[in-house]
């Protein structure tokens, strides 16, 4: 069974300044899917960035960017110039290549932004 | 509206009385799930619809009835609670069968139970 690993529960970063968040994940599967989503406080959940595994190049999307390495099953974010916004649960989730209704997400990481 | 919306945002209840959770999307998906989130503990999938078909029940008690009369709504009837039972409901939406596109979820604001 496919699981997702979260070993970070809280991390802190300055304002401006760059975290990486970590993400591991279990799984045989050669073909995925691997997201990370945001849920501020009290706030919707939303998509932040996405990643297919047969992709070779690591997505970015303005200050968030991924570095994912298939044969370690690692899949870590990375939020630089951090923003006071940016504060939120943080949740690495994958998606088999074939399975389009069963999403597995990780227990979350705890992001907080010092002014 | 847009996107996927839930009501009531907030539910305090008893654990006798029978109340139910709404979802609507609002994006053309084909595929809705419900999720209960706990304090501490990772997203916990309860329910999977696909085409008003229920596809997946994660073992979920029987004090919590889904039903999906169409591909734009998406219920949870809740009676009998537990206090346990208390947590954040999110819904979600996705496009469904079509494992040629990323097919990410969409997740409505939820809503925040407390079993008395």
């Known amino acids: 069974a496919q699981t997702v690993t979260q070993s970070q529960p809280e991390m802190s970063v300055q304002e401006a300044e760059t975290v990486t968040l970590s993400c591991t994940y279990d799984t045989s599967e050669s073909d995925y899917y691997l997201f990370w989503y945001k849920q501020p406080p009290s706030r919707q959940m939303i998509l932040v960035i996405r990643?297919?595994?047969?992709?070779?190049q690591n997505a970015t999307e303005n200050r968030f960017s991924v570095n994912f390495q298939k044969a370690a099953k690692s899949f870590s974010l990375k939020i630089s110039d951090s923003q006071l916004g940016d504060a939120a649960m943080y949740f690495c989730?994958?998606?088999?290549?074939?399975?389009?209704?069963?999403?597995?997400f990780g227990p979350g990481t705890s992001l907080s932004v010092i002014p | 509206e847009t996107g996927v919306t839930q009501t009531p945002r907030h539910l305090v209840m008893g654990m006798t009385n029978k109340k139910s959770l709404k979802c609507e999307q609002h994006l053309g998906h084909n595929a809705m799930y419900w999720y209960k989130q706990s304090a501490k503990k990772p997203l916990e999938l309860m329910f999977v619809?696909?085409?008003?078909?229920?596809?997946e029940n994660n073992s979920v008690p029987s004090r919590f009835s889904p039903e999906c009369p169409n591909s734009s709504h998406l219920f949870l009837h809740l009676h009998t609670l537990q206090p346990e039972d208390s947590a954040l409901y999110l819904c979600?939406?996705?496009?469904?069968?079509?494992?040629?596109?990323?097919?990410?979820?969409?997740f409505g604001p939820g809503t925040r139970l407390t079993v008395l």
């Open positions: 990643q297919e595994a047969y992709k070779q």
């Open positions: 619809y696909s085409l008003e078909e229920r596809v």
């Open positions: 979600a939406s996705s496009q469904g069968r079509d494992s040629s596109s990323y097919n990410e979820q969409f």
């Open positions: 989730a994958y998606r088999r290549y074939t399975s389009y209704d069963k999403v597995i």
